[in-house]
């Protein structure tokens, strides 16, 4: 099986910066090789929406366009980890953001089969 851990969430002001990190593990893990690592992000009310997308090995990377600009995604192969560094936040960025693992790729939550338990951020005005 296969574990992600997210962490790094908290309570900012508009403006602020904050970096949340996911740390894979499990035996299976090894073969994330060819996997992307995703972080989404759900509001209350709203559905899961992708934010910020990379491939483990060759590190391209996408974004949602309300996050481009603003969000960095990157990779640590030697600790296991994807990072999601956060600029300029805006209320609207308060959200649960999960990290995400997926053979498939893509943007869709159902491409994705491992996530993780989420971690609340929360920007004020």
């Known amino acids: 099986q296969v574990q992600l851990v997210e962490s790094g969430g908290g309570l900012v002001q508009a403006g602020d910066s904050l970096r949340l990190s996911c740390a894979a593990s499990g035996r299976t893990f090894s073969r994330f090789s060819n996997y992307k690592m995703a972080w989404f992000r759900q509001a209350p009310g709203k559905e899961r929406a992708f934010v910020s997308g990379i491939r483990w090995t060759v590190g391209t990377t996408d974004y949602a366009d309300s996050v481009k600009g603003r969000f960095t995604i990157s990779r640590d192969n030697a600790k296991n980890t994807v990072n999601l560094q956060m600029n300029s936040l805006k209320p609207e960025d308060t959200a649960v953001y999960y990290c995400?693992?997926?053979?498939?790729?893509?943007?869709?939550?159902?491409?994705?089969?491992?996530w993780g338990q989420g971690t609340q951020v929360t920007v004020s005005s």
């Open positions: 995400a693992a997926s053979s498939r790729g893509g943007t869709s939550p159902g491409n994705y089969v491992y």
